[in-house]
């Protein structure tokens, strides 16, 4: 059973091959590489269980510059400063290594030796989407990290930019019940409303009466990182939906977004073949909106909202174009 690119139990075997190819071929490394030379991403790559995949979408990982990192045990945008959570019980990480539905077996394996990607491919079988409140992925990061004491795998800003903030092989905390099965993702949107009071605040219209994101002045710095991008919804009319028996209205993602997001959502499904590309369904084939139990969340995989989780969330809201997403992704995949 294979582990991940840091922990190769063949190592020594590696070595000596490319040991006797250099003798061979008169190079170092079996592409000629040199040792101390440097390896640069293409920058599409996420991380699971240490293996790198593309995904043809800008990302952006903890460990690159302008990343957000959360496997540090400090805030990020004030080190000083520890959130209320952490004042009564103050566990630095916001992680979890071991998911606590494993079998007895596969976790003290997993205790032992870490995740091997064929092990978390057989134990991860839900992408949960969120919006986040924040309307950036910066400020996304700073109230959950640094305030809240809460993670999440993915991160998507406005332009498109994914941000990774834990290899998926670790717990985060972001879909209470549902985090021992799932990766998630909080997707920048100030989300949906009963009214428009919020919506107006953060949506201004242009001299053709197109909206785009207005962020309050109070957010000095936006983090976007593709210079004076303009935020539009996709949809210019704000959507209408019930969402847990609520009426509520929402502006739609960016296009930027849906493009990133159906590009990692066709990558998850290739890594973690049992996130499946569809969503739950009533049975006359329409989108569920409300939360699940405890049965039918257990026997569901795929892709989940927030709001199926538990009855007291309604992201990713009634603007999310569900059916863009996994069609998407099933055309990338071929299916």
């Known amino acids: 059973?294979?582990?991940?690119?840091?922990?190769?139990?063949?190592?020594?075997?590696?070595?000596?091959?490319?040991?006797?190819?250099?003798?061979?071929?008169?190079?170092?490394?079996?592409?000629?590489?040199?040792?101390?030379?440097?390896?640069?991403?293409?920058?599409?790559?996420?991380v699971v269980a240490g293996q790198l995949f593309h995904t043809g979408a800008p990302v952006v990982l903890w460990m690159d510059e302008g990343g957000y990192d959360a496997y540090r045990v400090e805030c990020k945008f004030d080190p000083e400063v520890m959130h209320p959570k952490r004042q009564k019980n103050p566990k630095p990480n916001r992680y979890s290594s071991i998911r606590g539905h494993l079998p007895e077996g596969i976790k003290a394996d997993v205790q032992s030796n870490g995740w091997s990607l064929e092990e978390l491919q057989e134990h991860v079988d839900l992408f949960v989407i969120h919006y986040d409140v924040c309307g950036t992925s910066r400020q996304c990061f700073k109230v959950l990290h640094d305030l809240r004491g809460l993670s999440v795998q993915f991160m998507l800003d406005l332009d498109g930019t994914i941000y990774q903030t834990l290899d998926l092989k670790e717990r985060a905390w972001h879909a209470g019940s549902a985090n021992d099965r799932s990766v998630g993702i909080e997707i920048a949107n100030i989300?949906?409303?009963?009214?428009?009071?919020?919506?107006?605040?953060?949506?201004?219209?242009?001299?053709?009466?197109?909206?785009?994101v207005t962020l309050p002045k109070w957010m000095k710095k936006s983090g976007i990182r593709t210079p004076d991008y303009v935020a539009r919804p996709a949809r210019d009319e704000p959507v209408k939906g019930?969402?847990?028996?609520?009426?509520?209205?929402?502006?739609?993602?960016?296009?930027?977004?849906y493009e990133s997001l159906i590009k990692l959502t066709a990558t998850l499904n290739k890594a973690l073949p049992k996130i499946e590309l569809d969503y739950p369904r009533?049975?006359?084939?329409?989108?569920?909106?409300?939360a699940f139990d405890k049965s039918e969340i257990a026997e569901f995989s795929g892709l989940i909202g927030h709001y199926h989780v538990t009855k007291r969330k309604t992201d990713p809201g009634p603007a999310f174009d569900w059916d863009r997403v996994i069609d998407g992704a099933k055309a990338l995949n071929g299916n």
């Open 1 to 46: 059973m294979s582990k991940n690119i840091y922990a190769n139990s063949r190592l020594g075997i590696g070595v000596a091959a490319v040991l006797a190819i250099s003798v061979l071929t008169g190079c170092f490394g079996p592409q000629g590489f040199t040792p101390g030379e440097r390896l640069e991403r293409v920058g599409d790559e996420i």
């Open 282 to 290: 009533t049975d006359d084939g329409q989108l569920r909106t409300v």
């Open 191 to 212: 989300g949906a409303y009963k009214n428009m009071k919020t919506l107006n605040k953060w949506y201004s219209k242009d001299e053709n009466d197109r909206p785009y």
């Open 242 to 257: 019930n969402i847990q028996g609520s009426d509520l209205m929402q502006y739609d993602l960016t296009d930027a977004q």
